[in-house]
């Protein structure tokens, strides 16, 4: 049986994070670069000022290149510890120095001078220090997070021996469900005044003059229609994702949404480990369901009013639901 776990990054969000520096700062300070190379072969050297702002584009580029790797070590978790490596430094942190460790929950994710809640799980050691491990930066996390949840559970024991540690995977996927669950209180607003369609009609509107002009000034190119509709569905789909809403049945929660009336999601009450109400990102107010085998969605519910937030959330607690609300009831409730 293997005794050992390791991490795996979240390569699509590495790369998307690494690219705005890359454009932003790398980008410029490269070709100014090549430029001063090709001024000094052609007997053109350029001023002093150009040179120094080369500098100071190359070592913004490598400055938050570096900002953002720190976030992603590479994890291993094992029978003696947790072992995080970045570059060639590696830190090792024996069970005999974690006192504890927080499985879900907010925490400020630094990025420059740019600081936003993010969920993490969090070490801390018997020294103080905490450590983090960013939900969003592992594909793998609801499975770290199992393991850790043994491991959690092991530590409160007097002997603390982690020989025992399982890193066997669950079997089952919990949480989702196709059957029939019946009709429950539903939880939406009017989702064609909300918020997220008004951008969807100016979107619209704005592609419907932009094909009319373009269309007529490229001839009636066939190609320029696909090209300005295709733009609006990229636009459009980060909307779409935020007209989620809610139904609460005796054992289940059952996610809806307005447009797509074909897609459901039900969550057997029992197999939901947490619920948190937050706003991810500045966006409408979301609920974040995360199950018992630590796998985690969140639904963004535009056309819920906020009125009737605290209601969802009371009534989720009175079905027996852990709710962590981030918006109504203040942090950690």
């Known amino acids: 049986m293997r ?21 932003l700062f790398g980008g410029g300070g490269f070709i100014m670069l090549g430029a001063i190379i090709k001024g000094h072969l052609v007997g053109r050297p350029e001023e002093a000022k150009v040179y120094f702002l080369v500098i100071l584009l190359l070592g913004l580029f490598i400055a938050m290149w570096y900002a953002t790797l720190v976030k992603w070590p590479a994890i291993t978790i094992d029978t003696a510890g947790i072992r995080f490596r970045l570059f060639f430094r590696t830190r090792s942190y024996s069970w005999n120095e974690i006192s504890k460790i927080q499985l879900t929950g907010k925490r400020k994710y630094k990025f420059l001078h740019i600081v936003v809640p993010a969920e993490a799980v969090t070490i801390r ?28 559970a092991l530590l409160k024991l007097p002997d603390n021996s982690m020989k025992n540690l399982d890193f066997s995977k669950v079997e089952k996927e919990a949480g989702v469900s196709d059957m029939e669950v019946g009709t429950g209180k539903l939880y939406k607003g009017n989702y064609l005044l909300s918020g997220a369609m008004i951008a969807i009609y100016a979107f619209i509107v704005l592609i419907f003059i932009l094909d009319r002009m373009l269309f007529s000034e490229f001839k009636k ?21 935020q007209l989620y809403y809610f139904e609460i049945t005796n054992h289940y ?25 937050e706003a991810p990102g500045k966006r409408s107010n979301s609920l974040r369901i995360i199950t018992n085998d630590f ?7 535009d056309s819920i009013r906020a009125k009737d937030w605290p209601e969802f959330i009371e009534d989720l607690r009175a079905r027996g639901l852990t709710v962590r609300d981030e918006l109504f009831g203040g942090l950690g409730h």
């Open 221 to 241: 190119q066939i190609w320029v229609s696909l090209l300005n509709w295709t733009i609006l569905v990229v636009v459009c789909w980060p909307m779409t994702i």
């Open 253 to 277: 929660l059952v996610v809806r949404h307005h447009l797509f009336w074909w897609h459901k999601k039900n969550y057997a009450i029992g197999d939901i480990m947490e619920l948190v109400v």
């Open 125 to 152: 050691l018997h020294d103080g220090r905490e450590i983090p491990i960013w939900e969003s930066n592992y594909r793998n996390m609801p499975a770290l997070r199992l393991v850790l949840q043994r491991a959690a």
């Open 3 to 23: 005794k050992y776990i390791k991490s795996k990054r979240n390569l699509v969000s590495l790369i998307f994070m690494l690219m705005f520096p890359g454009l």
């Open 295 to 301: 796998k985690t969605r969140i639904y963004t519910a």
